[in-house]
């Protein structure tokens, strides 16, 4: 982690804000670009951040990395002035653990987030408010009563990324919602052990600190030295899910090789053996020469070879005869056979030459005439001279391609695995587990594969056997974990029989007993689970679940083979060493003194463990009062990528070890890409930190990752361009409240995400605006006394205003909004309807609309003025509220600084995660009031664009006349609301034509309302007209030289259609330009004229 990272600010922790003199630092001060904000007032904007800028009114879009600034545009950070540059600097006061006791300080003059969000959740932890009692869950109805969810549990090797901070927002999201909504809510944390991966890791690191294999130190110091690992670095993770917010209760967090789950995992496997489901054979299947081990079809991937392509081999050394040292694939190499006591031979081909060591037959199809003398007959193989039956099989071969005969190597390809088994040919295997050619490799014997494949070329040639190559498009499968390419090998493997598990969940989706939303991945369910095959559950692996059998044997019994199946039966499972011998005893009919027992040394497939995670961090197997209160849980929230992985494994075994479905419903969050539309992965240099987005990171620690990462020197370079490019002052600090309300607004978007940071960096300004809206509308209510019964009251009171109704019909249709969109997991909906209500609704229109209201203090506008400060006060207790289950931190401290906290009664929660969320009260929607005000928003609008149209200043105010012929009485009940947003002296409602100025601005807003500005003596019209006619003097000329291209000889005939069409639409848009300015010198002309007279 890069030292521009600091993570142990959050954890102890109190803003408080000291003045000190000099410069802002580059770390804790935004740039002027975040902090412009969308506009309350000028003024307002003067007295909150001294910030005279202005942003367009739009969602927020982060810098583009220019220093430039807009025409017209300056800004300043709230942090400092020119005058007496200063910043305000975060101190940690709050002990860890403790309550910020924020009242007793200002508020910052300005938003940053790592004081903002500093302290409040160690206090959440602290106080409770995570976990769960058993006893408040048990008998609630999990679909209304209750919520239950286990964390997808990441790698311990790795850390977060913006994936994971993906489904961290969206399930904290909902838990915070329900928990507000007052059901029993439980989001249980845990990591996975990753076996594979951290095996891996660990491995590199001991080999680069102590130059030792893990075969060195064997399997228990090894071990030993990944627990070791895990206890040092497994951290991290929980760690940047603090960091998020992600309210899980830590109490109950897991790990996928603790006790707990080991129990469950060996309960799991002995309970499938015992109802026949799970079993050990000999069988063909992927193997990992790097892993030396096993793995599932589902582990993995595939390249395209469009022909001869040279590939690098990491296990290898490097092919001498390629200067890159790559290995040659994808070309179909024909060598021939030559039949036994005849001159004649037999051509075959295959992509992988050195598997004909293992030949064990040469396929004919039964109907080839070419062939039929040659049924019943053996080639001799060239290195060895074992003799090969030549057998038919019309399955196999086809007559038409290539010669019409195939090898058959039956223990490296699946294909000739099933063609061995039908003709009953020998299995050969001529690889050792790391890839090296075995002892039934003749001469070729030690060498690694691929070296192997090239000596096996020369060596046929020298034979004369060797007739040619040719390119040949094929598919090469390689290890999704490792990166290996994969080879197909029998082995002694562990496997599941899924049919009947497959069959439940299926038919649980089917019947609605299951829902899986989108809808639309139903058809991916189906197509996985009704084409299941068994599953390979063992690893041959050290880290892990070492799997619980064990292989019999009389001490006096010797040359036992464990591998052998027809031994098979020798092999116990039993929860425990003392029950295996026991059952062993039954086996061997023998007594145990005379048994040697040996455990099965592999271990379990990862996804064993975590498709038991449900039921296995509530304590299954036993009937604990987590499991009884807590399973079955309600959702399962993950990515797409993992629906087989790990959802469809764990509705199989929770239906077959617990005759229940794990959960009710499945959300899969779509696939998170980068902006161009790639996968996020460290090889291509394009993962972010989630912490980096949090706290900030400089460009140089950017780059400094990639130096340290894998890629090749051509990628790094790259890849160091495009974050240049994207972050050339590398990510400002956003905190965690703006990542997550960034990423829950790209929840609406399709399967993928393409995920452009700058975007997320934009949502800072949101809690900005927010930050500062909240401050100075706290001003507002800095008198008033709110109560318990507040909403009633003031709903019943006769005092409110049409804005007031308006405000708070508008707060009951977001909360109607957003609480019915979180019910359909439209997490993209619910932020936009709350980030609607507060930027559009609340910070650009009420607050400006009451601001006369609430400084008038006179008697005769007490009432007006306790309405407003009421609604405002509601308006914003609410919308915290409405908005915490997005961005907590921001919320929970806004809520906080609240005017009456701690006086609203015994009922009065301590914070705002365990308040009541809001729902709407239909009785307080107001559907007139709504219209209404779109009506004054609308004449509001007319006047801004007739002012704007005559360049009036906002010092200056003006008279406006309207004309309606059906909106009168609305619109002379919100008079002073007009003036107030619409800069207006005075405002006169279908007055007649005689009292009408003669000189006015027109807007015509439609065929019911005009709106009139009285223009005379604001505008010298003379002034005007130059303005413009020197304007139509720089515009003609490109009309008419444009006129002249487009009228010359040829024109149509020779220019393409493309730059026609170019032409024409300028053509337009200049004849408009002239038409318009010759018009407004018309206008000027005619109301100089009238003023004149």
């Not at 990591?191 to 130190?217: C, F, N, P, W, Y």
Request: proline share 4%.
């Amino acid at each position: 982690m890069s030292e521009s990272i600091k993570t142990d600010e959050k954890s102890t922790a109190i803003a408080s804000y000291v003045l000190q003199a000099g410069p802002p630092s580059d770390t804790n001060t935004p740039s002027s670009k975040e902090q412009s904000q969308q506009p309350l007032s000028k003024n307002a904007l003067k007295k909150l951040a001294k910030n005279k800028g202005k942003d367009k009114k739009e969602k927020p879009q982060w810098g583009d990395g220019s220093n430039k600034k807009k025409k017209k545009e300056t800004t300043t950070s709230t942090t400092t002035t020119t005058k007496n540059p200063q910043t305000y600097t975060f101190v940690n006061k709050t002990p860890k653990g403790g309550k910020k006791d924020i009242q007793s300080e200002p508020m910052a003059e300005a938003y940053y987030p790592s004081a903002v969000e500093a302290a409040w959740q160690d206090w959440w932890e602290k106080q409770g408010f995570y976990t769960c009692d058993p006893k408040d869950a048990m008998g609630k109805n999990p679909d209304e009563d209750k919520f239950v969810m286990v964390i997808p549990p990441p790698n311990v090797t790795g850390s977060l990324h913006l994936g994971h901070a993906l489904t961290a927002a969206v399930e904290d999201t909902l838990t915070r919602w329900h928990r507000m909504c007052g059901h029993a809510t439980l989001y249980v944390p845990g990591t996975d052990h990753a076996g594979i991966a951290t095996q891996s890791v660990v491995e590199k690191m001991l080999m680069k600190e102590t130059g030792q294999t893990r075969h060195d130190l064997g399997r228990e110091k090894f071990v030993e030295k990944i627990w070791e690992w895990k206890n040092e670095y497994g951290g991290k993770i929980t760690n940047q899910l603090r960091c998020l917010g992600s309210s899980v209760d830590w109490s109950r967090e897991r790990f996928t090789m603790d006790q707990m789950c080991n129990k469950a995992v060996v309960e799991a496997f002995n309970q499938l053996h015992e109802k026949g489901l799970l079993y050990r054979d000999m069988r063909l299947g992927n193997w990992s020469c790097a892993l030396k081990s096993a793995i599932s079809d589902i582990e993995v991937d595939y390249i395209e070879l469009e022909g001869r392509t040279f590939l690098e081999v990491k296990s290898h050394k490097g092919n001498p005869r390629d200067k890159n040292g790559k290995y040659e694939f994808g070309v179909l190499t024909s060598f021939a056979y030559a039949v036994e006591n005849s001159d004649e031979r037999l051509v075959v081909a295959t992509t992988r030459l050195e598997t004909m060591l293992g030949d064990t037959g040469v396929a004919i199809h039964p109907d080839d005439e070419r062939y039929k003398h040659l049924h019943g007959k053996y080639v001799v193989h060239p290195f060895n001279g074992r003799r090969i039956p030549i057998i038919t099989d019309s399955a196999l071969v086809d007559m038409s391609f290539g010669t019409g005969a195939v090898k058959i190597t039956p223990a490296h390809d699946p294909n000739d695995y099933e063609c061995g088994k039908r003709h009953n040919l020998e299995f050969i295997t001529v690889l050792t587990p790391d890839g090296a050619i075995n002892h039934n490799g003749s001469q070729f014997e030690g060498m690694m594969r691929y070296d192997a494949r090239i000596a096996v070329e020369d060596a046929l040639k020298e034979k004369g056997l060797y007739v040619g190559k040719e390119p040949n498009k094929m598919r090469l499968g390689v290890c999704s974990r490792s990166g290996d390419i994969l080879e197909p090998m029998i082995t002694p493997q562990w496997y599941v029989n899924c049919d009947s598990m497959a069959k439940r969940a299926v038919d649980a989706v089917r019947n609605g007993e299951l829902k899986i939303l989108p809808q639309e991945h139903e058809k991916t369910w189906y197509y996985w689970l009704e084409n299941i095959r068994d599953w390979c559950v063992s690893r041959q692996l050290w880290w892990g679940h070492q799997i619980p059998a064990w292989f019999a044997s009389k001490k006096t019994e010797t040359g036992v083979d464990k591998n052998d199946m027809s031994n098979n039966h020798r092999w116990v499972v039993a929860r425990c060493e003392e029950e295996a011998l026991a059952r062993a005893k039954e086996v061997l009919q023998c007594s145990e003194e005379e048994i040697s027992l040996e455990r099965d040394e592999d271990v379990l497939d990862t996804w064993f463990s975590s498709g038991l995670f449900p039921f296995s961090v509530m304590g299954w197997p036993d009937n604990t009062e987590d499991m009884k209160a807590f399973y079955p849980t309600s959702l399962l929230e993950t990515g797409l990528d993992i629906l087989f992985f790990w959802v469809a494994r764990m509705v199989m075994m929770g239906l077959q070890l617990t005759d229940q479905l794990p959960f009710h419903t499945v959300y899969l969050h779509a696939m998170v890409r980068d902006k161009d539309g790639r996968k996020m992965s460290k090889s291509l240099g394009n993962v972010i930190d989630p912490l980096e987005v949090i706290n900030g990171c400089t460009l140089e620690s950017l780059l400094q990752k990639l130096e340290a990462g894998n890629l090749p020197a051509k990628e790094v370079e790259k890849c160091k361009k495009d974050q240049t490019a994207d972050f050339p002052d590398g990510i400002p600090e956003c905190g965690s409240d703006a990542l997550r309300f960034g990423l829950l607004a790209y929840t609406v978007q399709g399967r993928d995400v393409n995920l452009d940071i700058k975007r997320v960096v934009g949502y800072r300004n949101f809690c900005n605006k927010l930050w500062n809206a909240t401050r100075f509308a706290l001003e507002y209510v800095s008198d008033f006394n709110p109560t318990i019964t507040l909403l009633d009251d003031l709903m019943g009171s006769g005092k409110m205003a049409l804005r007031d109704k308006f405000i708070v019909s508008r707060l009951m249709a977001a909360i109607e909004a957003v609480n019915e969109n979180f019910k359909a997991y439209k997490f993209g909906d619910a932020q936009q309807a709350s980030y609607t209500f507060w930027m559009d609704e609340l910070c650009n229109l009420y607050l400006e609309l009451i601001k006369p209201v609430v400084y008038d203090k006179s008697e005769a506008n007490v009432d007006a003025r306790w309405a407003a400060q009421a609604t405002l006060w509601l308006c914003l207790e609410t919308g915290l509220r409405l908005l915490h289950p997005m961005i907590p931190f921001v919320t929970e401290e806004l809520w906080q600084r609240l005017p009456g906290r701690g006086t609203l009664g015994n009922d009065e929660k301590e914070s705002i995660m365990i308040s009541k969320y809001p729902q709407c009260n239909e009785a307080y929607k107001n559907t007139a009031a709504e219209q209404g005000m779109e009506v004054i928003k609308k004449i509001i609008g007319s006047c801004r664009s007739l002012r704007a149209s005559y360049q009036i200043t906002n010092k200056t105010l003006t008279k406006f006349y309207i004309k309606t012929t059906s909106e009168a009485e609305v619109i002379r009940a919100q008079i002073d609301d007009i003036k107030t947003l619409g800069k207006a002296s005075d405002v006169k409602i279908n007055v007649d034509e005689a009292s009408l100025p003669k000189s006015v601005g027109i807007d015509v807003l439609d065929d019911q309302t005009t709106v009139l500005m009285d223009i005379k003596g604001l505008v010298d019209f003379s002034v005007e007209i130059q303005k413009l006619e020197k304007n139509l003097s720089k515009t003609m000329p490109a009309l008419e030289n444009l006129a002249t291209k487009m009228s010359a000889p040829g024109y149509e005939e020779k220019v393409d259609e493309e730059l026609k069409r170019a032409n024409t639409e300028k053509m337009e848009g200049l004849q408009k330009k002239v038409a318009d300015i010759k018009a407004a010198i018309a206008n000027f002309e005619k109301l100089a004229l009238l003023e004149s007279n």
